[in-house]
């Protein structure tokens, strides 16, 4: 058995955590040896590959692999529902509808956000009520009374109303404690990109800045489905710390993308793990092979998967390329289109259970 993402240490590896990601791929389409993960330790890792070729289902054995180590803590951002699923055993993760604090985001970050130039008087307006005020009903208030121009004021208070209007902000329902007392699943589907992005942008910068104060006494590993529009948003900062600061701490990435070449540099050269699916795209492989090192034997080109499930994976702490067929989902996967032929008769599809609602009051 190999264990992925831990190299060149000493010591009892029984009892460090690891969970099974896959096994070797024989030429005749067996199994060969089971692959594992290293958990012990914080990675920052990338699942790449194309639409439909398994990186939603892989963040998903992962997931799975999570909860059944001591220690860690799944946190999955699902931007389509695809997750919701994980709250069947034996994961019985907690599917939570997000509400975010409104004093998670910077003053900077909101005016970026709700679209407003800082130098400008409604982006300055938003700035200060940012930063006075805790809720966004308390900055809805103090731009209502701020001592400005009537169009200024209007103008504010249009961008924060359609911000309300998006049903993200409200009490501190993401806790990191709550987040990671069991497996969470951020139901994020419906949501818009700028949600979605408020959503990771305040998980991400909270989990972190609980184990800087050492107040989780779990290893929190946030993974991010979708994640190219996560590095295009209010999301980037708070992710650009996890990848260059998180795992000082003890905060894991993944970031799942169908466009490796769309995420910034930063994210190939801090990946220590690089999980990679089929790709078709030459600008994805540039983008892989420009931070992969010499130990590749081969181009991505040469060496991309072919079926959905196969995978190859790049390990710089053991600087080692492996060839693996991805482990089968101990819950069902929740990422298939749906297909005409499958509907029943009355035109539904069966779906997993509504989304659990965790809103601790004190809300906007
Ligand atoms: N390890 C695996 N074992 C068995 N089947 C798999 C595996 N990985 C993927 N599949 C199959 O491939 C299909 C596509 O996988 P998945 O939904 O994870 O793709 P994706 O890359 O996330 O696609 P998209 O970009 O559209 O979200 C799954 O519905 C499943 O049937």
Redesign the pocket.
Known sequence: MVVIGRGGETGDGENRPAGLL?HYRARDGSHGARVELDLDRPHVGLVV?????????????LAEALTGADGVAPVVVDP?G?FRTLERPPVSARVVEPRVAADALAPREWCRLVGLDPKSGPGSLVWRAAAEQETLAGMQEYVDDADAATATCRAAANHLRTAAQWRVFGGDALAPRHLTERPTVLDCAGLGRAPTNTVVAAVAESLYRARVAGALDVLPWLLV??AHVLFDGVAAPSLRQLLTRGRQPGVSLVA?T?RPSALPDVAHSQADLLVA?RLTNRADWEALAAARPAYMDGTFAERTPSE???ALVVDDATESVHAL?????ETP?G???PRASELNRHGGDERAGEPECITDGGGD
């Not at 067929?325 to 989902?329: K, S």
């Open positions: 896959g590959g194309k639409r439909g070729s398994g990186k939603s289902y892989t963040l998903g054995v389509m695809a489905d979708e799942a169908q699916h959905p499930g196969e067929a991805v482990h089968e989902r996967h990422g298939e289109s």
